[in-house]
């Protein structure tokens, strides 16, 4: 099984970690376990990064440079963001320093050559072996109020005509799901393969117009980084629900050096299970949660997936897909990741009873905590 750590050093502008604590955590685990890869950012440090990729040079193991996308840039420039159906800059959330869930549009031009100016002006100098990219998607359910139903900026709403996406019927429907107070108000019809179909023509054809759009600038960006000799890695939703904010894993695997769908089963934050079911509850209402995940396959839990449902997706991954390195939030954070040893020690079973390839341990190493980490050091493989 690879096995990737993954550190937050802070926002762009604020370091948030210690070198010389890092590389004591990295002694006391890379001279038990190989490590396959180490993900860290964003901070703006290239001495953090070439002192760094001195320290694994003796272990073979690589370094990635975790750089948000469709998001957190505009500390460097001016972006487009992505506007919600009504034709409103959606809300930021924000539970740490230097991360604001801030979105931008995908389909506009200047976005994209953004992100290509900002890391060669930035970042294209650093000593790493590869990019780790980060917020490629839409905003989610967490981000709150319809800001899910995004985006219908000009440049959207164009490219949806010329899709024969009727944007008006479209934005009627939307807003009539909100007055659907049953268990399904999106009238999702059904789910395979990771992939959400639903009743109503013009929602079925928005929702694949959204995966279209993000696996199109995804695949462009990857060509970008690899034409500099980068290898790239992708940060996922979970994939029972990635689909819903653009993120196809299927089709975003067939470039990707690998991906890491986040698994995370005890995060109360974006990107965690619970939570975006809780958001979505809260979108609409509680019944309309409990059916999206009985929908996904979840028989038992009523706000999360649970240990079976979880083994038959990593199953899915690992038979269908190549490369996926399942993200499992390992850090502990009041009130936000509340992982215990009981979760790691499941995590395990779950991964070795799906043959996982991999496994990142997410989200901030300096975050967690010893316990859980002699969990992993201990653990013998069988996958």
């Not at 019809?189 to 013009?202: I, P, T």
């Amino acid at each position: 099984m690879k096995k990737y750590l993954q550190v937050f050093s802070g926002g762009f502008s604020n370091l948030e970690v210690d070198i010389d604590k890092l590389k004591e955590k990295l002694l006391k685990i890379m001279a038990i376990k190989k490590i396959d890869g180490i993900i860290i950012g964003w901070n703006e440090n290239r001495e953090l990064y070439r002192e760094l990729k001195d320290f694994l040079k003796s272990y073979g193991t690589k370094l990635y440079f975790w750089l948000p996308v469709f998001s957190e840039l505009s500390h460097y420039k001016e972006f487009n963001k992505v506007l919600d159906y009504t034709g409103k800059e959606i809300e930021n959330f924000s539970f740490q320093e230097g991360e604001n869930f801030e979105f931008y549009c995908p389909n506009t031009i200047k976005n994209i050559e953004n992100v290509k100016s900002i890391f060669d002006e930035k970042f294209s100098d650093y000593e790493i072996d590869g990019v780790f990219l980060d917020k490629i998607r839409y905003p989610a359910f967490s981000n709150g109020g319809k800001a899910v139903f995004s985006c219908f900026c000009p440049v959207c709403v164009e490219k949806m005509k010329k899709r024969g996406i009727d944007v008006e019927k479209l934005k009627e429907y939307i807003d009539k799901t909100f007055e659907n107070q049953g268990n399904n108000p999106l009238e999702i019809q059904s789910y395979k393969d990771f992939r959400y179909e639903f009743q109503d023509k013009e929602m079925n054809q928005y929702f694949q117009f959204k995966n279209d759009s993000i696996t199109e600038k995804i695949n462009e960006l990857i060509n970008f980084f690899k034409n500099k000799g980068l290898e790239v890695g992708l940060d996922t939703y979970a994939s029972d629900i990635s689909y819903l904010f653009g993120q196809d894993i299927i089709r975003l695997s067939e470039k990707a050096d690998f991906i890491k769908p986040m698994y995370y089963r005890k995060t109360y934050a974006p990107a965690g299970i619970p939570f975006e079911i809780q958001t979505y509850g809260e979108l609409y209402n509680k019944k309309a949660g409990e059916f999206l995940l009985n929908i996904i396959g979840e028989k038992d839990l009523k706000d999360n997936i649970g240990k079976e449902q979880m083994i038959k997706e990593i199953k899915y991954l690992t038979e269908n897909l190549k490369n996926i390195c399942v993200g499992i939030d390992f850090n502990k954070k009041e009130n936000i990741a509340l992982s215990d040893a009981e979760y790691i020690k499941e995590v395990f079973d779950i991964l070795e009873e799906g043959n996982s390839e991999g496994i990142v341990l997410s989200w901030d190493l300096m975050s967690i905590p010893e316990e859980h980490l002699d969990i992993f050091l201990k653990r013998e493989e069988k996958c």
